[in-house]
């Protein structure tokens, strides 16, 4: 259950409420004005709370659960126990996650400046910002309204702030310009100099890197993960990307719309990932690559060459993930026969 000294629900909401709410469409007989003050997993919910069903693999739970009411796909909702309201969606997951918003919306920041931050003259900070205690904000910074800066944190000089935009604790910007609505979560770097150097036996010599950061409305950059600026032209972090904890973005990289990045992967400078790609955990990807929109890698793949839109790989290095599964197959086979 939700641990109240974290967090507050803030129901409670009727049943009718919350499919508007959800995009959802009450199941017949389902009790409209039936109040719910939570959320909760179906094995735990009771008549108070929300909960939900969108893998068959819970379907056991589903069907023996005493939730007041669950979002379900319409081909599920005859399984559903009496007495529980039932809410219709195509997409249950998602439905849920609107409605599980409604019951745990956002933080907003409370505006104000801590005595110990330390803001340059000359900073513009839109209305109804909030910077924490130890927080830094150099000369020429631009911070849109209802921007929220964490404690330690260090905003470079130059860098711009869309409004809404949350840098979390000890986070370090620079040579960064940033959309509206952006999470950069806590220790997160971006716009450090790339891995950008001559290798010579005499001495490697460093290749300054003078490109930006562009991150584009909507981002989630998870924290301790790190975006190299560009070395001339900028690295590029398109609408809507979510970006999980402990990830390395190389200079001159650039992503589409809507990319997933999932933890520890990797991708090497100049690389391009279409609209919508996904990368798994601890996937790596090497420089100068296009990876086409719809473009899906495997977690702990290594993609050497070029994936195709809509294509699926894993492996390393990788390939079609159909012909991945045949090469372990084909494996074990061999090491039975070698074994037996």
């Known amino acids: 259950m939700v641990d109240s000294r974290f967090y507050t629900a803030a129901g409670p909401f009727s049943v009718a409420e919350l499919a508007e709410l959800s995009g959802a469409t009450l199941g017949a007989g389902a009790a409209a004005e039936k109040l719910l003050i939570d959320v909760a997993p179906l094995q735990t919910a009771g008549p108070e709370h929300l ?73 513009v900070l839109g209305d109804g910002c909030r910077v924490e205690p130890g927080a830094v904000i150099g000369e020429g910074v631009e911070v849109g309204a209802r921007c929220w800066i964490g404690a330690n944190a260090v905003i470079g000089a130059g860098v711009v702030l869309g409004d809404d935009t949350i840098v979390g604790a000890c986070a370090s910007l620079a040579s960064c310009i940033v959309g509206n609505r952006v999470h950069i979560y806590p220790g997160a770097r971006i716009g450090q100099e790339g891995f950008g150097f001559a290798p010579d036996p005499a001495g490697h010599a460093r290749v300054p890197q003078v490109g930006r950061v562009i991150i584009h409305d909507d981002v989630e950059i998870g924290a301790n993960t790190t975006i190299d ?48 790609v996904a990368v798994g955990g601890q996937g790596g990807i090497a420089g100068h690559l296009d990876l086409g929109a719809g473009a899906r890698v495997a977690g702990q793949s290594g993609v050497m060459r070029d994936v195709a839109p809509g294509a699926t790989v894993g492996g390393y290095p990788a390939v079609p993930i159909r012909d991945w599964h045949r090469q372990t197959i084909a494996i074990a086979k061999l090491l039975k026969r070698k074994t037996g």
């Open 51 to 123: 909960s939900f069903l969108d893998n068959r693999l819970y379907l056991e739970a589903f069907v023996n659960s005493g939730a007041g009411a669950c979002i379900v796909h319409p081909d599920l909702a005859a399984r559903a126990p009496g007495g529980m309201a039932v809410l219709l969606s195509e997409g249950p997951y998602k439905a849920y996650a609107l409605a599980a918003s409604a019951f745990y919306p956002p933080a907003k920041p409370e505006p104000g400046i801590a005595k110990s931050a330390v803001v340059a003259a000359g900073v």
């Open 229 to 276: 600026r560009g070395a001339g032209p900028d690295t590029v972090i398109g609408r809507g990307c979510r970006i999980d904890n402990l990830v390395q973005i190389g200079h001159n990289v650039e992503l589409g719309r809507g990319c997933i990045i999932v933890g520890q992967a990797g991708i090497s400078g100049s690389t391009k990932l279409g609209d919508f």
